[in-house]
């Protein structure tokens, strides 16, 4: 109802023990809180936000504008619905090192179960385009550090992205994920990887979970859960796919109201009312306090 039922401590500990058992969690990105329950309703591993859709939920690109206030308080929207464990892009930590302590400090109070920070320049851009700029080893690696020193809950999962691949090749990110391994990443997520044979490389290479990133349109193919549990893949997140659908549906809706004036012959695509009440949990709200709801739909 109005808050989940394991506390943050209990989610991450659940959390790292899935990640320890070598089993797959799927995450798909969820792009509001409500769209986060409905990832746990449809039995989930977990769920993802990123920093993608949060800069496209405020109309910006995906090139460093949002902020860790921003972040912070859409993260600890999501986590208050769901008892799943959640995942955030903090970018570059919003900042150097000391801006690293203090955004892992503020997401772990968000509720999360852990960020990921990569390796990018400040500004940073979108993990899929062109013309990315990475940070040199020892910078990459002073970011992790801080991370780790900074995280209060030993179960506080500290992932560290990196985004060499599209910039010096494979050999180099194999050689970056070892390095931030070695400065105390809990897991590594390699960005824009293009095959499988990339993602068993990097696998075979670091001794800690890999997450793959299955965002359409990108540098990666879609490959399929089974595909990536073969390689060893720990983690597969969908990041943006549900703002994505959510968009197209909303676009076509626009569409028809346009050329026909209603939206009448749109209604079967349309989530029911019973089922949004149903996901809002109007009737835990009902039997915690009947004053606060006490309507009834009839026949509808």
């Not at 965002?215 to 990041?239: A, C």
Request: charged share 30%; net charge negative.
């Amino acid at each position: 109802m109005l808050y989940t039922k394991r506390t943050d401590a209990e989610v991450r500990r659940a959390f790292r023990a899935r990640l320890a058992s070598g089993e797959l969690l799927r995450l798909p990105g969820a792009f509001n809180p409500l769209s986060a329950r409905l990832i746990e309703r449809r039995g989930f591993d977990g769920v993802y936000v990123s920093g993608a859709v949060l800069s496209a939920e405020l109309g910006l690109p995906d090139i460093g504008l949002t902020t860790l206030t921003e972040v912070a308080g859409r993260t600890r929207q999501i986590t208050r619905v769901t008892d799943l464990p959640t995942l955030a892009d903090a970018d570059t930590g919003f900042g150097e090192p000391m801006n690293v302590a203090r955004t892992v400090q503020e997401l772990e109070d968000a509720g999360l179960a852990g960020l990921h920070i990569e390796d990018q320049v400040n500004p940073k851009r979108c993990g899929h385009l062109d013309g990315k700029q990475v940070v040199d080893a020892a910078s990459a690696m002073r970011r992790v550090r801080a991370a780790v020193d900074a995280r209060r809950d030993p179960d506080f999962l500290i992932m560290a992205r990196t985004d060499v691949r599209a910039v010096e090749g494979l050999e180099a990110t194999v050689e970056r994920a070892r390095q931030l391994v070695d400065a105390g990443a809990d897991a590594v997520f390699p960005e824009a990887l293009r095959t499988l044979e990339e993602f068993a490389r990097v696998r075979a290479a670091v001794d800690v979970p890999i997450l793959a990133n299955m965002t359409e349109f990108g540098k990666s193919e879609l490959f399929t859960v089974d595909q990536l549990r073969d390689v060893g893949v720990n983690i597969v997140i969908w990041p943006v796919s549900l703002l994505r659908l959510a968009m197209g549906a909303a676009d076509r809706g626009l569409h028809t109201l346009l050329d026909q004036g209603s939206l009448t012959s749109r209604l079967d695509e349309m989530q029911h009312r019973r089922e949004l009440y149903d996901l809002v949990d109007y009737e835990g709200y009902s039997h915690f306090d009947s004053s606060v709801f006490d309507f009834r739909l009839e026949g509808d």
